[in-house]
């Protein structure tokens, strides 16, 4: 918890109609942080911020857990890695739950009532491993249509992006084009060349990835584009359900966009305090 904290704990900003704000949106945000790191349902994170209050001598007063929750929804916690040029970015999605019975339950026994889960889209910086951008999206949104918006958020000139085969759309080639970045997705396995070498124009990019597979194979063109740097996004998956959890807590999706801002937040800040190096060792 920085020192400076004690200092903006209430709100200083501009004055509203109605009633006005007593704590700060930082205050609120550090609530909401606490909340997700250790578990915790808005009663006992006030209880615990009552706690640490108190052990750190600080004379504010703890927002009542009424308060975090209506202002939680609010809040516009930043997610973006570190600023730099030619970045090698991976894109990847997964499901959160929200309310619903398990896959085990439906399979032996049916659905008593439907499942109901979220969309969430990680745009992972290669090299660092930090989540440059998030979105959370329902289930019927298509993976290929959040490109152009995580990418939008990514500081700095993105090189080169990776995705798996769900990202072999023609609006997402568009995407790439626009911006000038360099695609590493593999094409489906019955891909069709659109543009033959009798065509004119410039050869697209997917055509040339298709032509190179025919050549060398998918396995040994995986290896000779880094394809396999991919796993980096399934990796931070992995890392934000094994901290957070794969439920979302929150039901209100304006919520629950910003439970998943802030838990990438965290994450971020995890890595950067230090990352785990795995070196290759040869057997003995």
């Not at 890695?81 to 894109?91: E, L």
């Not at 500081?155 to 609006?171: I, Q, W």
Request: hydrophobic fraction near 35%; charge should be positive.
């Amino acid at each position: 918890m920085p020192e400076e904290l004690e200092n903006q704990w209430y709100y200083q900003g501009e004055t509203q109609r109605g009633a006005q704000y007593l704590y700060s949106d930082n205050c609120i945000e550090m609530a909401c942080i606490v909340k997700e790191v250790y578990h915790l349902g808005y009663r006992q994170t006030q209880g615990f911020l009552e706690s640490l209050v108190a052990f750190r001598g600080w004379k504010v007063k703890v927002p009542d857990y009424s308060v975090i929750n209506r202002r939680h929804k609010r809040l516009h916690p930043e997610v973006k890695g570190t600023a730099g040029p030619d970045k090698y970015i991976v894109i990847d999605s997964t499901g959160a739950k929200v309310y619903g019975e398990g896959e085990w339950k439906v399979r032996q026994h049916g659905w008593s009532k439907h499942r109901t889960w979220r969309k969430i889209h990680l745009a992972v910086d290669e090299s660092t491993g930090e989540i440059e951008s998030c979105a959370m999206t329902t289930n019927s949104v298509d993976d290929a249509a959040m490109v152009g918006t995580l990418l939008d958020a990514v500081e700095g000139k993105v090189k080169k992006l990776a995705t798996d085969g769900a990202y072999d759309r023609k609006k997402v080639y568009e995407q790439l084009k626009k911006r000038k970045i360099k695609a590493v997705i593999p094409p489906r396995k019955n891909a069709r060349i659109k543009k033959h070498g009798n065509s004119r124009g410039v050869e697209l990019p997917r055509d040339r990835t298709i032509r190179q597979i025919r050549k060398v194979g998918r396995k040994r063109w995986k290896k000779q584009v880094g394809y396999h740097r991919r796993s980096v996004a399934e990796y931070t998956m992995f890392r934000l359900k094994t901290q957070f959890g794969e439920k979302l807590a929150c039901r209100d999706i304006e919520q629950q966009k910003v439970e998943v801002s802030i838990r990438c937040y965290v994450l971020n800040k995890m890595a950067s305090i230090g990352m785990p190096v795995a070196i290759k060792v040869r057997a003995a």
